[in-house]
T-cell receptor, first 114, second 112 residues
């Protein structure tokens, strides 16, 4: 069974631009969570989607948004990019989004904002 | 691609020795804990988990210990191998949410 895939793997943008990242969960998984990883802040939760609905949200500004499609694939969007948005963006999927369920991570998309 | 920055706590062990990685979690309401391993250029990989109604859980070469009194979690790796070199994160799942809160990570270096 294929793991979580994320595209693109690397991305370079300039300040003020917007970016869309894509995540395909493990087949059969319906919950997708997004995390931001930076050297200074570590791994931080962005949001979680289940059945096309955002169920949980972390403490990030409204420039960060996401959505989930009927096939469970998810996208996250960052508008008006800032230098501090440079990070590794990780998505994780789990089977049914139940509590205490293991999340499996993709390889991440490394975003560099210049 | 590196997974984290330059100032992580680092544990250096000799191949074949046992490793113990510690983690202090933040919320007494957390009821599920997970250890992840992250190698350079990869996403975190699940190692082992433990629920708050347990004190100890064993996997293949790994053991997780949970001390709820002092909010402490540890990961023990037996007979550490070069392939164990990575950054290890503990994560806590807040009660009744799907949100994972990650620790800052510990870099494990295994030398021959």
């Amino acid at each position: 069974k294929a793991g979580v895939t994320q595209t693109p793997r690397y991305l370079i943008k300039t300040r003020g631009q917007q970016v869309t990242l894509s995540c395909s969960p493990i087949s059969g998984h319906r919950s997708v969570s997004w995390y931001q990883q930076t050297p200074g802040q570590g791994l931080q939760f962005l949001f979680e989607y289940f059945s096309e609905t955002q169920r949980n949200k972390g403490n990030f500004p409204g420039r960060f948004s996401g959505r989930q499609f009927s096939n469970s694939r998810s996208e996250m969007n960052v508008s008006t990019l800032e230098l501090g948005d440079s990070a590794l963006y990780l998505c994780a999927s789990s089977l049914a989004g139940r509590l205490q369920e293991t999340q499996y991570f993709g390889p991440g998309t490394r975003l560099l904002v210049l | 691609g590196e997974s984290v920055g330059l100032h992580l706590p680092t544990l250096s062990v000799q191949e074949g020795d046992n490793s113990i990685i510690n983690c202090a979690y933040s919320n007494s309401a957390s009821d599920y804990f997970i250890w992840y391993k992250q190698e350079s250029g990869k996403g975190p990989q699940f190692i082992i988990d433990i629920r708050s109604n347990m004190d100890k859980r064993q996997g293949q070469r790994v053991t997780v210990l949970l001390n709820k009194t002092v909010k402490h979690l540890s990961l023990q790796i037996a007979a550490t191998q070069p392939g164990d070199s990575a950054v290890y994160f503990c994560a806590e799942n807040l009660y009744n949410t799907d949100k994972l809160i990650f620790g800052t990570g510990t870099r494990l270096q295994v030398f021959p």
